[in-house]
């Protein structure tokens, strides 16, 4: 991958963490964008997807990332979807990582194996790699409440360069409905990967 595309390019990943309309919603917006997206769902995260969603994601990873590619609108070649063992995915490498990398939701088991530089999976690999490469991670854990170890764990990603982004919606835009909830938390995300986007009213406005 040249440095354009990697610039280009945003490796998004489910993990099984309640809260699967935040990733699927930044999905749809990272697409929408025309930005090339590498995408990371692990096993728990589609069972929450199910439990959460009436998507009917498919369980083959190709047929999964055509079914989301229509459903998005994504142009050829602009959504990968990667199995968590697929370990020659570019995502792996540090001389082919995107420099962009989302954990949402994150689960506080994925935030415990990054904090100490574990690598199970592809998602974790992908994140250590992001980290190691002084890239840009964007961690959105969701659970509640956050022991003393989950919160040790953010401060730890923290100092090593990780943004810590709950997903906190705020209410001053007075909310009337779901979708204006997870559009908050995902502006607020898109704003960091510094992507335009309209999805929320800012401060003021």
Known sequence: MSGEDRDNTVTLALTGASGAQYGLRLLE???AARLQVFLLISDPAR???????????????????????DRYGAADGQLRLFGNSEWTSAAASGSGAPRRMVICPCTTGT?????????????ERAADVVL?????????PREMPYSTVHLENMLRLS??????MPPSPGF?????RIEELVDFVV????DH???PQTLSPRWGE
């Open 187 to 190: 502006a607020r995300i898109l």
């Open 111 to 123: 935030l415990g194996s990054l904090a100490v530089g574990v690598s199970n999976n592809l998602i």
């Open 47 to 69: 069972i929450v997807i199910g439990m959460e969603t009436d998507l009917g994601l498919p369980g083959r990873n190709r047929e999964a990332e055509r079914f989301l590619a």
């Open 159 to 164: 100092r090593a360069g990780a943004v810590i």
């Open 132 to 140: 190691k490469e002084r890239g840009q991670l964007i961690l959105v």
């Open 29 to 31: 917006c990272l697409l």
């Open 172 to 176: 001053y835009n007075r909310p009337t």
């Open 193 to 195: 990967l510094q992507v």
